[in-house]
């Protein structure tokens, strides 16, 4: 990718284990351990001198401008940005303790999202995700949860959990797809702006959406692959989803609730 540490982003395996803890969020304070740093939106507050920090920073510079853009388009109003935090081994968040086996993840109560930037180290040699664009389809994934936080799709797919726990896992489910679909919605856009370094680079972020399928993680893990645990998505289901957003470049078609935005 041409621009400036490239652009994507997911939430990962282990981010499952506290997804749904993640999802509620609580009203307690942010409170940022000696090891974290503050990045802003625009990726102006981080030295950003490793390459790691460098994608990443690259990452919430695009993606934020792409959603200034697109925001007004598919939703009404104005986008509401988010910041980026940056940790290692540990930090407090809004929605409590996290630690570098959390993964990347974005969290409703303080509006901010959540990196461990060694892990993008961990997603090439654990997961086989290699590449710029694998790494930053991460951050793209997590501002697409913001954008759910923001419009209120999240609140109606916990609303609708708590009214009837039986569609949980599906519209939880859902939720994640929806955020790999507009994920794939602002690759798009990168296409569009001619940003793609070759013809093979899209496909580093359709492998990093399959390698962090459900049953590809229980796979690899030496698990039997157990749909009743899902929480993401099979390999399958992330891939489409995301070349649904790539395809169209319109994040309205992002309609992974039964043919809706939301339930």
Partial sequence: M???GGVLGLILLVAVVIGSQLLKGNSSSDNLGSNDAALTDTGGSVDCVTEAEQIVCGAVDDVSLYWEEQFPVTFQGAFSGTD???FSGATSTGCGNASAETGPFYCPADQLVYLDVDF????????????DLAAQYIVAHEYGHHVQNITGIADRVNAAAQQDPGVAQDFGIALE???DCLAGAWASSIAERGLFSNEGEIEEALNAAEAVGDDRIQAQAGQRVDPDSFTHGTAEQRRHWFEVGFSTGDPGQCLTFNNSLAP
């Fill in 177 to 179: 797809l929806q955020a």
């Fill in 84 to 86: 980026t935090v940056l």
């Fill in 120 to 131: 993008l180290q961990q997603l090439q040699q654990q997961f086989g995700a290699t590449g």
């Fill in 2 to 4: 041409k621009a400036g």
